[in-house]
């Protein structure tokens, strides 16, 4: 049932793999159900929206309470290996990386700051692009060091979940989770900001090389590089080498043609 826990003989608590999905894990009490979430992959309005279903806030206007309380309905042992019904969201890797650099590095978020302290300080976070990101991934042992880039495998707590639901089709995970377990999913963007819904797409230039001050500017102004405008065909395929994992999991489990590159 569990994805890590027989991946070496130490006691379960010293296994780092299957404590660090454990750490990524809550219940939904009202259903006995398990959701395992992954930064970037919608996980501020679930958070939000499990956190107000089992009973602890009331509202959005008392989101920012998830911040801090991530582990708060972290299961038990036994509760995560009898729990109902267990579901994911997964997402597209170069949408997800896109939108790490865009809200992230181009917002100056504190996993920014952290970014640059890994590197040495030897990086200007307003000169950093979307390129220069990308290619420090393939350096050790940065694509795994913060949980925004994480391969979205090793966030996974079980071999098998009963819905594998995709953050490009969000509406399915809204109806589905009604359905099956009556939780009602509280959209969180205009708590968090983290999305480019509200601004204007720019598909006609590339990016790729654009520095994140640029992008911040335009994005004051309302405009926002689109996900595929950050990619050149050199970065394409170095993704697709550094998360393969990932892009066979999300093919295998949700629609391959929402992949952003085939």
Request: glycine content about 4%.
């Amino acid at each position: 049932m569990f994805n890590f826990s027989a991946k070496n003989f130490n006691t379960l608590n010293q296994n780092g793999q299957h404590q660090f999905c454990m750490n990524y894990t809550m219940q939904v009490f009202n259903s006995n159900a398990v959701y395992s979430f992954i930064p970037k992959n919608g996980c501020s309005t679930l958070r939000l929206s499990v956190a107000i279903a089992n009973g602890c806030i009331s509202g959005i206007e008392q989101g920012n309470w998830i911040h801090q309380n991530n582990q708060t309905f972290k299961p038990t042992l036994k509760e995560a290996a009898t729990a109902q019904y267990k579901f994911v969201v997964l997402r597209c890797p170069f949408r997800r990386l896109a939108s790490v650099f865009l809200d992230k590095f181009v917002g100056k978020d504190l996993d920014a700051w952290w970014y640059r302290d890994l590197l040495k300080r030897e990086v200007n976070l307003d000169d950093l692009t979307f390129e220069q990101f990308v290619k420090s991934l393939a350096v050790p042992p940065m694509k795994g060091a913060n949980i925004h880039w994480k391969p979205q495998n090793l966030f996974l707590l079980y071999k098998e979940y009963d819905d594998y639901f995709a953050l490009e089709r969000f509406n399915k995970v809204i109806s589905t989770l009604k359905e099956k377990i009556n939780l009602d999913v509280i959209d969180a963007r205009s708590l968090t900001g983290h999305g480019t819904d509200k601004f204007e797409m720019l598909n006609g230039d590339n990016f790729s090389q654009t520095p994140a001050f640029d992008i911040a500017v335009l994005k004051r102004a309302g405009k926002c590089p689109s996900h595929k405008a950050l990619y050149t065909e050199e970065l394409v395929q170095l993704v697709k080498k550094l998360y393969a994992e990932d892009i066979v999991l999300y093919s295998k489990r949700c629609n391959k043609e929402d992949l952003l590159f085939s």
